[in-house]
């Protein structure tokens, strides 16, 4: 089934009058939500072009029973800001939103409207990409577990004509993909002077450590592969999602580009006064497999366990002063990902009286997982040092419904794609006692995700024309 024939004849009508009935009590200022039930499903909507502007997609793999993915198409309403107060900003905004955010659920679904949220790395970064960004979707599709819903969302002032609106919106995202035969090569943009430079501030950040100026910096790079053909994006998110089922499957599309990856870090997730937070770091891997170069093999060693204590400890101090009780941190886990490991400890709280999702997000971003330690000197240091990251990487991405609850994830293992082009985007984290060279090896092998993942990718059968995404 195409989008374009998602809602049948009687699901239009009863949108429309839905439609009329819920803004008997919404302001023109006011946001209106509509949520439809649309019965048991296998879709994932990867058939749609996710290059779209504000067109996202989230998708989790049946790790815990059920699968789950999100599909949210245009823009309902939105806010974007940037600057050391861009947390603050969005909290307002959400605040002043959320007051007058109706939702008619009268199908009980007990599923929540959500809001986009979306921020890069650095306060003051400058890109194509919004700084900071929170987007209500005019149009979001979800499935949980096999059951399908639909929310449709617009602001008071601009209902009239709203339902021919959202059926142009699913219309559009119906239209077939690219055609095109699969990409028959991949070229990397060999640039061996960016990796001398990335050794170079290696080295710095080593002196620097030494010196007790900091006691850890995440260093960025990137990688450019070119292809002859557009890279279709919808066999690349179904391979990530089979192949890293641990992970949280992402795409973001913007002004022709898209930011897609498989993120293994959770970097909060809120349900009432509950908090959880993620600290992840110390990798592991079979580096002379996967890059030819020297390869860390365990997750034992001093650097590896320095870094995962750093962020442990940064995660749990950020939270003590908004949480009402704070468990002590568990001993850290593996987590596997076919050729790459981390250590990741989960620590848990209960949230004070007034404490919201956007305060989080400014308490524990940066973690020194991606960023550094202290997390102000760091910042200056990269800043200073030229650091530069594409998009959102190392930012973070999520969702906060009406109520005020949410989850963001880190951006992580990711490409910025336009049509031929791909930007793949890694870091690694220098304490003392690191190696530059093994550090550039460590990035080799994140960035080794998605590249494997592109190269392989393109020979999977795209999803047919109309479709609503594989299956």
């Given amino acids: 089934m ?30 209106l939500s509509i949520t439809l039930d649309l019965g048991q499903g296998g879709d994932d909507w990867l058939g749609v072009d996710l290059t779209r502007n504000h067109v996202n997609w989230w998708a989790r ?11 949210a198409i245009g823009r309902a309403m939105s806010f974007c800001t940037a600057g050391a107060a861009r947390f603050p900003a969005l909290q307002a905004a959400f605040a002043g939103l959320s007051a007058v955010w109706r939702h008619d659920d009268q199908a009980r679904t007990d599923v929540q409207p959500l809001a986009h949220v979306g921020f890069a790395f650095a306060p003051e970064s ?15 599709l979800q499935n949980r577990g096999g059951r399908r819903t639909a929310t ?14 959202w059926l142009g919106e699913l219309q559009a995202a119906s239209r077939p ?23 170079a501030r290696a080295r710095a950040a080593l002196a620097d450590i030494a010196g007790g100026k900091l006691d850890k910096l995440v260093l960025a790079r990137s990688l450019n592969i070119d292809a002859d053909e557009t ?13 890293y089922p641990e992970c949280t499957i992402y795409g973001v599309g913007h002004q022709g580009q898209g930011l897609f990856g498989a993120t293994p870090e959770r970097l909060v997730a809120l349900r009432g006064d509950r908090v959880q937070a993620d600290a992840l770091a110390g990798t592991a891997w079979l580096g002379a497999a996967a890059t030819d170069q020297p390869g860390s093999l ?65 308490a524990l971003h940066p973690t020194p997982a991606v960023g550094g330690w202290p997390a102000a000197v760091a910042g200056e240091w990269l800043q200073a040092h030229g650091e530069q990251r594409g998009a959102w990487y190392s930012g973070g991405l999520g969702w906060v419904d009406r109520c005020g609850d949410g989850e963001a994830v880190v951006v992580l293992r990711c490409a910025r794609i336009e049509r031929t082009r791909a930007e793949l985007f890694a870091g690694a984290g220098i304490v003392a006692g690191s190696q530059p060279a093994q550090e550039l090896a460590e990035t080799e092998a994140k960035l080794a995700v998605i590249a494997d993942a592109l190269q392989h990718a393109r020979y999977a059968r795209p999803p047919l024309a109309g479709r609503t995404g594989t299956r």
């Fill in 2 to 31: 195409s989008l374009g024939q998602l809602l049948d004849r009687r699901l239009i009508g009863l949108l429309q009058r839905r439609l009329v009935a819920g803004l008997a009590g919404t302001p023109a200022s006011g946001l």
């Fill in 61 to 71: 793999a049946p790790t815990s029973g059920s699968g789950e993915c999100r599909l």
């Fill in 126 to 140: 400058v890109d194509q990409w919004p700084n900071a960004r929170l987007l209500v979707p005019a149009i979001l």
């Fill in 152 to 165: 449709f969302s617009c602001v008071g002032a601009e209902a009239e004509g709203a339902v021919k609106r």
């Fill in 177 to 199: 993909l690219d055609d095109s035969p699969p990409v028959s090569a991949l070229r990397r943009r060999a640039n061996v002077l960016a990796e001398q430079v990335f050794l």
């Fill in 231 to 243: 890279i279709a994006v919808a066999p690349l998110l179904a391979l990530l999602l089979r192949r």
């Fill in 298 to 362: 365990t997750l034992q060693d001093g650097k590896n366990r320095r870094e995962q204590q750093l962020v442990v400890d940064a995660v749990h101090a950020a939270l003590v002063p908004l949480c009402a009780s704070l468990a002590l941190p568990q001993a850290a886990e593996v987590m596997q990902l076919r050729g790459l490991q981390h250590l990741r400890t989960t620590v848990c709280g209960r949230l004070r009286q007034g404490v919201g999702f956007f305060d989080l997000l400014a």
